[in-house]
């Protein structure tokens, strides 16, 4: 099966072409496209256009994992609807590429996010669980459903709802490791929010399960099997780095720095991955500690 990966220049991306046989990338930019991944096919996307004819020529599957950065930038109105474009109407896009391609993919694998769930507590949270009313929770709600219209043309959907992605040289943990290898680190407000996470190789592997078997489906809770909170991530972190963890970030500070995602890094979301239980689907990293120890000792 042949794979186009849109958006895989960014971090997933750059992990999951490792795990695809001569996959074709699409992105802004080719020369972007050329430089990060040479020798593989490039192709141009522009989530602001409709697909040209032929974009997906020669495409069994497709990866979607496009979409403006959270983390980065004060959420305003313009960052907001940046983030939401990005995804939503990026994806109506393509969806409707989709519909007017001669040759359909037969799979439409879409990232999504835990984001989904908005700030439950301590409640567990299943593929089943209601969506959240929240932005973040509004925007996966509407690009999901963008990516379900698919199933119009016959191709199977799969959502892949991640939580924080933990990896080498990118993604949450590269901007984590500077303050806490200085023993600067410390929780987020008081700590017990519930904090999913998913070591990449795990990502990776669930994203081409998720691409490889025909039994699924829908919502796919992308998610280690142990969630943890915020304060036990802190303390795991701090251990493996041999560093103490002393300088939390009371909420309404955080709130001060970074805005409206305060909201978002402060919410809890304890997030069960039923579907990959009842798949048979086997964690490499399914605890915390397995999953820093191996990140920070091959660093």
């Known amino acids: 099966?042949?794979?186009?990966?849109?958006?895989?220049?960014?971090?997933?991306?750059?992990?999951?072409?490792?795990?695809?046989?001569?996959?074709?990338?699409?992105?802004?930019?080719?020369?972007?496209?050329?430089?990060?991944?040479?020798?593989?096919?490039?192709r141009q996307w522009d989530p602001t256009q409709s697909l040209g004819p032929g974009f997906f020529d020669g495409v069994d599957g497709v990866f979607h994992l496009a979409g403006?950065?959270?983390?980065?930038?004060?959420?305003?109105?313009?960052?907001?609807?940046?983030?939401?474009?990005?995804?939503?109407?990026?994806?109506?896009?393509?969806v409707d590429g989709i519909g007017r391609s001669a040759v359909k993919?037969?799979?439409?694998?879409?990232?999504?996010?835990?984001?989904?769930?908005?700030?439950?507590?301590?409640?567990?949270?299943?593929?089943s669980s209601r969506p959240g009313d929240d932005f973040l929770a509004k925007v996966c709600r509407d690009w999901e459903q963008e990516a379900l219209r698919?199933?119009?043309?016959?191709?199977?959907?799969?959502?892949?709802?991640?939580?924080?992605?933990?990896?080498?040289?990118?993604?949450?943990?590269a901007q984590m490791l500077p303050p806490f290898r200085l023993g600067l680190g410390g929780r987020l407000g008081n700590g017990r929010q519930y904090m999913p996470w998913i070591h990449i190789e795990d990502l990776c592997r669930i994203m081409l399960k998720a691409m490889e078997d025909g039994h699924l489906s829908g919502p796919v809770n992308a998610a280690a099997p142990n969630p943890v909170t915020n304060r036990a991530f802190t303390h795991a972190?701090?251990?493996?780095?041999?560093?103490?963890?002393?300088?939390p970030m009371p909420a309404f500070?955080?709130?001060?720095?970074?805005?409206?995602?305060a909201d978002v890094l402060l919410a809890s979301q304890r997030v069960q991955p039923e579907?990959?239980?009842?798949?048979?689907?086997t964690?490499?990293?399914?605890?915390?500690?397995?999953?820093?120890?191996?990140?920070?000792s091959n660093r």
């Open 1 to 42: 099966m042949r794979a186009l990966i849109i958006g895989g220049t960014g971090f997933i991306g750059q992990h999951l072409v490792n795990h695809l046989n001569n996959p074709i990338i699409a992105g802004r930019s080719l020369k972007k496209i050329k430089n990060r991944s040479p020798g593989y096919e490039a």
């Open 68 to 94: 403006e950065s959270i983390f980065h930038g004060r959420w305003n109105v313009a960052k907001k609807e940046r983030i939401r474009n990005s995804r939503v109407e990026s994806t109506r896009r393509l």
């Open 105 to 127: 993919p037969r799979v439409l694998v879409c990232s999504s996010a835990v984001g989904i769930y908005g700030d439950r507590g301590d409640e567990p949270l299943t593929e």
């Open 150 to 173: 698919a199933q119009e043309f016959g191709v199977r959907v799969v959502l892949i709802r991640t939580g924080v992605v933990l990896g080498r040289n990118g993604g949450a943990l």
């Open 237 to 247: 972190l701090a251990q493996a780095l041999h560093r103490p963890a002393l300088f």
């Open 253 to 261: 500070f955080l709130k001060i720095v970074v805005g409206e995602f």
């Open 275 to 281: 579907v990959l239980d009842k798949s048979d689907f």
């Open 283 to 296: 964690f490499h990293y399914p605890d915390i500690n397995s999953a820093l120890s191996n990140l920070i």
